[in-house]
């Protein structure tokens, strides 16, 4: 019989080697989406250098404002937007190729569509969202090294008079996260939302199983539910994910206004 010393062993075995498989399981998840990640603000910073081939000066000014409370919180909120542009870049070349390979609405709902057309159209609009996508990195990444913006004194000649300077600073921080909002709100969530709805009406793999002979029509209809249902329920959850981002660069706005002169 086995004693309870042993089994807490074995569940805790158990359990350390479920953690080892899901700790390899995200690690192959931001090499593929390019995710930028350390353990340290040491290692992010050396992270980002080799990512992006930085050079030495960058590398030293991101090592200097490391040093400080605010910037370590810009970087740490520069880097997530990386990330975040980095993923949604990822995603959505992901889905171009996806449309290809298994989705057909002209052969299942619009008959009267060519099919190869159709499917280069949805697939070119998720190249462009892409390309969108990889612009916001590269300005994200721009933002970063050019370090955080100051705001001037709310008030000017000795405190005797407001400094209209510092609200029109405010306001040009607060549009940035608006932008972000409508970016993740309309452009990343709509987006996959209607990848979600091809991919559930018009998923089949390659080509239509009513063309093919049985059993490789059936073959093929079992092997295009198995890869496009996982693939609805990804774009559905990252739409949800865009939705949630969109609130809370929102709520940033809302922040920062907040820190008008009135």
Do not use: C
């Amino acid at each position: 019989m086995t004693s309870a010393p042993e089994l807490i062993a074995k569940a805790s075995e158990t359990i350390a080697e479920k953690k080892g498989r899901l700790a390899r399981i995200w690690e192959i998840k931001d090499k593929l989406t390019y995710q930028v990640k350390g353990k340290n603000t040491d290692e992010l910073i050396q992270n980002l250098a080799t990512r992006f081939s930085l050079k030495p000066a960058h590398t030293a000014h991101l090592e200097d404002l490391a040093k400080t409370k605010e910037g370590r919180a810009f970087l740490m909120e520069r880097v997530h937007g990386i990330n975040r542009e980095s993923f949604h870049r990822s995603a959505f070349l992901f889905n171009a190729a996806s449309q290809i390979a298994f989705v057909d609405l002209a052969g299942t709902m619009l008959p009267f569509l060519p099919t190869l057309p159709l499917k280069l159209i949805f697939a070119a609009a998720n190249l462009g969202i892409a390309a969108y996508a990889h612009r916001h990195v590269r300005r994200e990444l721009r933002s970063l090294l050019a370090g955080p913006e100051a705001l001037p004194p709310k008030r000017k000649w000795w405190g005797l008079l407001s400094n209209g300077a510092y609200n029109r600073a405010v306001k040009k921080q607060s549009k940035k996260h608006g932008k972000e909002a409508w970016r993740e709100k309309i452009i990343y969530r709509g987006g996959y939302y209607l990848n979600a709805a091809s991919l559930f009406l018009g998923g089949q793999f390659l080509v239509s199983s009513d063309k093919l002979i049985w059993p490789v029509s059936y073959i093929f209809a079992k092997a295009g539910t198995l890869v496009t249902l996982p693939l609805v329920g990804l774009n559905i959850w990252r739409g949800t994910v865009s939705g949630s981002n969109a609130l809370r660069a929102r709520e940033q706005q809302n922040s920062t206004l907040g820190k008008l002169q009135i």
